[in-house]
């Protein structure tokens, strides 16, 4: 047997592979976007990005259906998107054994919240497991199948963005062949109308019956040796922490999170004088153990907000009262966009325009930060377009007539699109701006439908944005090169004065899909030019500093994109010649 060092995201796939699963479909999103990455180098299960996280699920659910073993996987806040279908496949259940997996960002490294998902298993009557490092990632995704399979049912995986990125030692094994399920067509489990609904739900309420007993038997969770008289109860990396916070206390390791088995846990528990629950973000676990009457400690001093570790949860108990997390004496530096992002012009334009903004999920969400500040609300995947839509039919006069909607070419097609169509059917007079780059950016460059790259396939068919466009029904459509500022502002006008749907489409590739991620060359500023007017400034591109009334650029990070250079009214930006772009 080999040792490897692999991230969860890594072990997921490994998992996946070791257990046969014949279909895999996610949307990226941190943290979750390596694990279809490195399934991607299994060439025997089929994969995909599908265009948002509801359609990986029911693509997964479909192979599951089908007979074949299927994973889907997601951040947390994709299975918001994903959780219409989830709720059904509980009821229908699993035929080829079916794990949903699910990214949690504790502390929002990279996520607009800190939703914690092991309510979704709650709430749609479905196992869940935590695995806390990356052996248990791929030992869990194994059993997540044989559960699904053993008891008709999606299990939902939940990771933290700790589990999925830290590497720690993996056993690997080989790929254990696991046949098909034969498919019998079944109308009675998998068409939820109502009849056949009422009849599932007693099976689902049976089914967490056998799930509870089950979890008070399964090696998921482990029992402690009585060797102390304080408990703590942990699941997923919150164990690890724990133990290295508390190496006196003993242990009860939580790993299949719901349902839990509070009889086995009294039994437990009785023993000791003080137990403790530790979990990230919310008292999920603590909760369940308080309702069913068995005195814990949790939330009461631990911290709800935030990633943990060892030295909070010290803290913690040398206080017993930390309820809000400090922020650590580190300097403010605020995010930008990198220097050279096409999506820089447009943002320009809107601040410039004073134009009311709503934003969308992606990089260009920085364009909200100043000085751009270009950006007044983020919600969610496509909410840009329903909330600029909102916003027009609200009558507000200032935000009625000139709102605008920023999206990006992925985003566009997972979730903006019915926005689009939702504006031209219900009449709406707002601007829609699609920030085309070209690419999925935020999460690491991967393809989408308008990119004609696909995980599995290589080059395919790419969907026209502008052809879509046209199909939902707009009529006035502008195409421009986000670095010709002019262009924009002059799309912008035209939008503002047409009574109805506008799109811009602002095509340029993203800064690093340029060829050696930049144009060739770098800017620099002629100081006996430069007034100090600070319109360059106003870009927000990282490499423009201003001191001593004057603009410069630092040569590190100039991309060479030249818009600072088409601002200039005293033309003091210019290329400086004989010095090629060094970023890479
Ligand atoms: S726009 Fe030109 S003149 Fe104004 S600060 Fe920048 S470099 Fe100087
Ligand atoms: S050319 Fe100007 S705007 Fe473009 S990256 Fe260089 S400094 Fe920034």
Same mark, same amino acid.
Request: with cysteine; proline share 5%; net charge neutral.
């Given at each position: 047997?080999?040792?490897?060092?692999?991230?969860?995201?890594?072990?997921?796939?490994?998992?996946?592979?070791?257990?046969?699963?014949?279909?895999?479909?996610?949307?990226?999103?941190?943290?979750?976007?390596?694990?279809?990455?490195?399934?991607?180098?299994?060439?025997?299960?089929?994969?995909?990005?599908?265009?948002?996280?509801?359609?990986a699920?029911?693509?997964?659910?479909g192979?599951?259906?089908?007979?074949?073993?299927?994973?889907?996987?997601?951040?947390?806040?994709?299975?918001?998107?994903?959780?219409?279908?989830?709720?059904?496949?509980?009821?229908?259940?699993?035929?080829?054994?079916?794990?949903?997996?699910?990214?949690?960002?504790p502390?929002?490294?990279?996520?607009?919240n800190?939703?914690? &998902?092991?309510?979704?298993?709650?709430?749609?009557? /479905?196992?869940?497991?935590?695995?806390?490092d990356?052996?248990?990632?791929?030992?869990?995704?194994?059993?997540?199948?044989? /559960?699904?399979?053993?008891?008709?049912?999606p299990?939902?995986?939940?990771?933290? !963005?700790r589990?999925?990125?830290?590497?720690?030692a993996?056993?690997?094994?080989?790929?254990?062949?696991?046949?098909?399920?034969?498919?019998?067509?079944?109308?009675?489990?998998?068409? /939820?109308?109502?009849?056949?609904?009422?009849?599932?739900?007693?099976f689902?309420?049976?089914?967490?019956?056998?799930?509870?007993?089950?979890?008070?038997?399964?090696?998921?969770?482990?029992?402690?040796?009585?060797?102390?008289?304080?408990?703590?109860?942990?699941?997923?990396?919150?164990?690890?922490?724990?133990?290295?916070?508390?190496?006196?206390?003993?242990?009860?390791?939580?790993?299949?999170?719901?349902?839990?088995?509070?009889?086995?846990?009294?039994?437990?528990?009785?023993?000791?004088?003080?137990?403790?629950?530790?979990?990230?973000?919310?008292?999920?676990?603590?909760?369940?153990?308080?309702?069913?009457?068995?005195?814990?400690?949790?939330?009461?001093?631990?911290?709800?907000?935030?990633?943990?570790?060892?030295?909070?949860?010290?803290?913690?108990?040398?206080?017993?009262?930390?309820?809000?997390?400090?922020?650590?004496?580190?300097?403010?530096?605020?995010?930008?966009?990198?220097?050279?992002?096409?999506?820089?012009?447009?943002?320009y334009?809107?601040?410039?325009l004073?134009? =009311?903004?709503?934003?969308?999920?992606?990089?260009?969400?920085?364009?909200?930060?100043p000085p751009?500040?270009?950006?007044?609300?983020?919600?969610?995947?496509?909410?840009?377009?329903? &909330?600029?839509?909102?916003?027009?039919?609200?009558?507000?006069?200032?935000?009625?007539?000139?709102?605008?909607?920023?999206?990006?070419?992925?985003?566009?097609?997972?979730?903006?699109? !019915?926005?689009?169509?939702?504006?031209?059917?219900?009449?709406?007079?707002?601007?829609?701006?699609?920030?085309?780059?070209?690419?999925?950016?935020?999460?690491?460059?991967?393809?989408?439908?308008?990119?004609g790259?696909?995980?599995?396939?290589?080059?395919?068919?790419?969907?026209?944005?502008?052809?879509?466009?046209?199909?939902?029904?707009?009529?006035?459509?502008?195409?421009?090169?986000?670095?010709?500022?002019?262009?924009?502002l002059?799309?912008?006008?035209?939008?503002?004065?047409?009574?109805?749907?506008?799109?811009?489409?602002?095509?340029?590739?993203?800064?690093?899909?340029? =060829?050696?991620?930049?144009?060739?060359?770098?800017?620099?500023?002629?100081?006996?030019?430069?007034?100090?007017?600070?319109?360059?400034?106003?870009?927000?591109?990282?490499?423009?500093?201003?001191?001593?009334?004057?603009? &410069?650029i630092?040569?590190?990070?100039?991309?060479?994109?030249?818009?600072?250079?088409?601002?200039?009214?005293?033309?003091?930006?210019?290329?400086?010649?004989?010095?090629?772009?060094?970023?890479?």
């Amino acid at each position: 047997m080999e040792k490897v060092l692999l991230s969860g995201n890594e072990a997921v796939a490994r998992g996946a592979y070791e257990a046969d699963v014949k279909v895999a479909a996610a949307y990226p999103g941190t943290p979750s976007t390596e694990i279809m990455e490195n399934i991607a180098q299994y060439g025997d299960i089929y994969k995909e990005w599908s265009v948002n996280e509801k359609v990986a699920l029911e693509v997964a659910a479909g192979a599951s259906m089908a007979g074949a073993r299927a994973l889907c996987a997601m951040k947390h806040v994709g299975l918001n998107v994903a959780a219409d279908p989830l709720f059904s496949m509980s009821y229908i259940g699993a035929t080829g054994g079916f794990v949903v997996i699910t990214a949690d960002d504790p502390g929002m490294h990279s996520s607009q919240n800190e939703q914690d &998902n092991r309510h979704y298993a709650r709430a749609a009557k /479905i196992p869940c497991l935590e695995p806390s490092d990356s052996q248990e990632s791929k030992d869990f995704v194994i059993e997540a199948l044989d /559960i699904s399979e053993n008891f008709d049912t999606p299990v939902l995986m939940r990771m933290t !963005t700790r589990v999925c990125h830290s590497k720690t030692a993996v056993i690997i094994g080989d790929k254990k062949k696991h046949e098909n399920k034969v498919y019998v067509k079944d109308i009675k489990k998998r068409i /939820i109308v109502p009849t056949h609904a009422r009849v599932r739900h007693a099976f689902v309420e049976e089914r967490t019956e056998k799930l509870i007993e089950f979890a008070g038997k399964s090696k998921l969770n482990r029992k402690p040796v009585k060797k102390s008289d304080f408990l703590v109860i942990a699941s997923g990396i919150s164990y690890f922490y724990a133990r290295e916070a508390f190496p006196e206390m003993d242990f009860m390791k939580i790993g299949m999170s719901w349902p839990l088995n509070l009889d086995v846990i009294k039994e437990v528990t009785k023993k000791y004088k003080k137990v403790y629950v530790v979990e990230e973000n919310d008292p999920f676990i603590e909760n369940e153990l308080k309702t069913a009457g068995i005195k814990v400690i949790g939330k009461d001093v631990f911290p709800m907000v935030d990633e943990l570790d060892q030295e909070k949860l010290q803290k913690a108990l040398k206080k017993e009262k930390t309820l809000k997390v400090p922020v650590q004496g580190l300097p403010p530096r605020p995010p930008a966009l990198c220097p050279g992002c096409p999506h820089t012009g447009v943002f320009y334009a809107i601040s410039k325009l004073k134009l =009311p903004a709503t934003g969308d999920i992606g990089c260009y969400t920085l364009g909200a930060f100043p000085p751009l500040n270009a950006l007044d609300t983020t919600v969610c995947m496509g909410a840009s377009i329903s &909330n600029a839509h909102g916003m027009e039919k609200s009558e507000t006069v200032e935000l009625s007539k000139k709102t605008v909607a920023v999206i990006g070419d992925s985003t566009f097609f997972h979730s903006g699109m !019915t926005g689009l169509a939702n504006m031209v059917y219900n009449k709406s007079r707002g601007i829609v701006v699609i920030l085309d780059n070209s690419t999925t950016a935020m999460t690491g460059h991967q393809g989408h439908p308008g990119t004609g790259k696909t995980l599995n396939y290589g080059d395919h068919v790419k969907i026209d944005i502008e052809k879509t466009v046209i199909g939902l029904g707009v009529k006035d459509i502008h195409k421009v090169d986000p670095h010709d500022i002019p262009a924009v502002l002059n799309a912008f006008e035209k939008s503002l004065s047409h009574d109805g749907v506008s799109v811009i489409i602002a095509t340029r590739p993203c800064i690093f899909l340029v =060829p050696k991620r930049s144009y060739g060359k770098i800017y620099i500023v002629n100081h006996d030019e430069c007034v100090g007017c600070r319109i360059c400034v106003g870009l927000g591109c990282p490499a423009i500093s201003f001191r001593e009334n004057k603009s &410069n650029i630092n040569p590190m990070f100039c991309a060479g994109c030249g818009l600072c250079a088409s601002l200039c009214p005293k033309k003091a930006i210019k290329i400086n010649e004989g010095v090629e772009n060094g970023q890479e």
